[in-house]
């Protein structure tokens, strides 16, 4: 009972999500090869209830799946594929926290339908690792120490990512603006910018 | 956030259909990025979403010496803000892009979008049921007002929140709009209305019409345009006031131009009296000063925007200055 009650406990929010969340991603996800499908349509104008097929690529694996149509991109990702790196804190496509790639460039994944990202290719922070080793820009982000409490990080490196892309040896004042869409409430911003100068040299 | 059905239509006219005759049974879905924050915050209802993005051709710039630019209504601010054309010949337009939203939103909005968004005042996107969405009163007539406009209000006082309509406007470019049974141009000037004309929309679109095309005309080879925004942080910030300037430079003085404002209005502002001021205008700190004073003398600020009087006077001195260094 005691060695029960320990177990209960030491599995986190987290796990428990994922372990939810990959319980339905088992029932309603197939995955497939991505072809140059047609773009989703609903049947009838006024059927309200139908659910609607989406394809796309997520770190690198073909999903698809039916979704209602005003699921947002980011619900997609973390309840859906229990993918819960990428963060939801404003909400409303103004703090950065919920940036992943859309075809390489970052986007706002809870401010566009997950419609939207229809035949493309989605990058969560999840999908930057290679199995067990971190990405250069996650390996900054901790030589740096380019966070405090880290909430935002997911979204500032997927932000970077995005930035490094277009700019693969960005200066301070592309690394400013290319990193504005990203609010850091504990203000780790000197040491976020000096972390994107660092991953640019690895 | 409500849900609805959503539709893909592989042309502009079934889109057109789709839209129907009533504003809010169906909207149209471009870049989504203020449609999304309209629907959270329950001002949008729609029963429909339009996507725009199956139309073919609408992502596409064309350049074409002697007639200009034209830009698809679904091009995505980004791209079109590092197109070599766009930052070489139409610099003012640039620099507006580059100054709009974070580079997120500028990866998802397009310029069809964002010349059609919805104005930004904190009633309209409050809980307050004001003019604008149908109610009684303006609360921003008597209440928080700073950065309301200076310029063009009444009985709404709303700004007109977009960068690139601005630098448009300077531009002198015109919207295509297609509807259910005709395809028309007007220039961006007939495009944006009043609240004296229409308190509830802020152009001139039908429910069922939508902005297929954006044209710029080709500028002569001695023009030089710029675009200033004063905003309150340095970056993803809405204008607080800005100007755009687009000035053909002669050898001794500017041989003629215009020049738009935003923040002001509750559409991109223009004033015939600068205009008419900067033909055969010598950039001298007297004439810039003699300029500045005849700026926004019409104007009517309310309570707590006043200042942007000052302000509008002080950028449009500025922006001349560095377009003639």
Redesign the interface.
Known sequence: MAKNKKNSRSMSRRDFMKGFGSGVVGGSIMLQTLHAAP????GT????S?R?ELTLKVNGKLVQTKI???T?LIELIRDKLALTGTKVVC???EC?AC?VL?DG????SC???A??AHGKEVITVEGLMQGEELHPLQEAFIEKDGMQCGFCTPGQIM?AQ??LNEHPHPNREQI??????NICRCSAYPKIADSVVAAAKK | ????????PKDIREASN?LGDNWQDALL?AG??DL??L??HDIEKP???V?L??VKDLDKVRYQEGKGLSIGALVKL?DLAAMDIVQNKYTVLAEAL?ET?????R??GTIGGNLCQRPRCWYFRGDFDCLRKGGELCFAADGENKYHCISGGGPCFIVHPSDPAVALLALDASVTIAGKDREYTVPLHDFFVLPEDDVMRENILQPHEIVTRIHVPDLPSNTRSGYIKFKER???DFAVVSVAAVLRMGSERIEGGTMAFGGVAPKPWMEKTINDALNRMEVTDTNLDSLAQIAFTDALPLAQNGYKIPLVRNLIKRVIRTLNA
């Open positions: 773009p989703p349509t609903t104008f006024k059927d309200e139908n609607v209602t149509p005003h947002t909400n409303h496509g950065g940036t859309l460039r970052a986007v706002y401010h566009m339908l419609l939207d932000a995005g930035l400013l603006k290319g990193m504005s869409g | 956030m409500k849900s609805f059905s959503y539709h893909q789709l879905n989504g990025t999304l924050g629907i959270k029963d429909h979403l996507n993005k199956a980004n580059q939203a974070s580079p997120q939103l990866n998802m340095d970056v993803w």
